[in-house]
């Protein structure tokens, strides 16, 4: 079953606009993850936050988490076309090692030359 | 590039047919995960090998099952298809007490008929 959902489903934005993505999910947590998948390929992990963390940065993306409600948020800035794909928040339950993953439902972002 | 492989990329079985597929790790990654993504949703972890044991599964019936060899490699193998079985299979690499991040390859896509 799936741990979360991502919200919302889709998003299309112009190019140079920056487009957030938040994630919400249900147990408590070691880390939570993004990755990103390219049209029905594989995913490529993005940022990973833990749980004692409430906000990360690198390059272009910044993800926040807020455990007490469960919930993260990723934010791209100044998105470029390349951007365009589905973005997926993953999450490890604390009672887990740290990579059996439960992943969201994905919000896929068109990003408009 | 993520270093995992998997193969083969596309095929097509029909209901009731056994099928395997095929992952080669990441070098020096001693831990493989399973995943199965039906279309439009999230992966869904359905079980993980390390040291060529079983060690987690997901809610998956035992005609899932897999082997991990001595080299890192591992297969995946369904019996008696359903026509739900229809998905993106993917393999992800992983170092046992790592901080969680997973190293996917591209995906086998099952189309059972």
């Known amino acids: 079953s799936q741990q979360g959902e991502e919200d919302p489903q889709a998003l299309s934005i112009q190019e140079g606009e920056n487009a957030t993505m938040n994630c919400s999910y249900k147990?408590?947590?070691?880390?939570l993850q993004w990755y990103r998948q390219n049209s029905g390929r594989g995913l490529v992990h993005l940022i990973l936050?833990?749980?004692?963390?409430r906000e990360k940065h690198s390059g272009r993306l910044r993800v926040t988490l807020d455990t007490s409600k469960k919930s993260s948020s990723l934010l791209i800035t100044a998105s470029r076309a390349a951007d365009t794909a589905s973005y997926f928040c993953a999450t490890d339950a604390k009672k887990s090692s740290g990579d059996k993953l439960t992943f969201g439902t994905g919000t896929r972002l068109a990003v408009r030359p | 590039e993520t270093g995992v492989t998997q193969s083969p990329t596309h095929l097509i079985k029909t209901r009731g047919q056994q099928v395997t597929l095929r992952c080669s790790s990441q070098s020096g990654h001693n831990t493989v995960s399973w995943y199965q993504q039906a279309l439009g949703q999230g992966p869904q972890f359905i079980f993980q090998y390390y040291r060529e044991e079983e060690n987690g599964r997901g809610n998956f019936p035992p005609r899932f099952s897999g082997l991990q060899f001595p080299n890192y490699s591992s297969e995946l193998n369904v019996n008696a298809l359903e026509l739900d079985d229809s998905a993106l299979y993917l393999c992800a690499s992983s170092l046992v007490g790592a901080p969680g991040e997973l190293f996917f390859g591209e995906g086998s896509r099952l189309t059972v008929l």
């Open positions: 147990t408590s947590i070691n880390n």
């Open positions: 936050i833990r749980s004692n963390e």
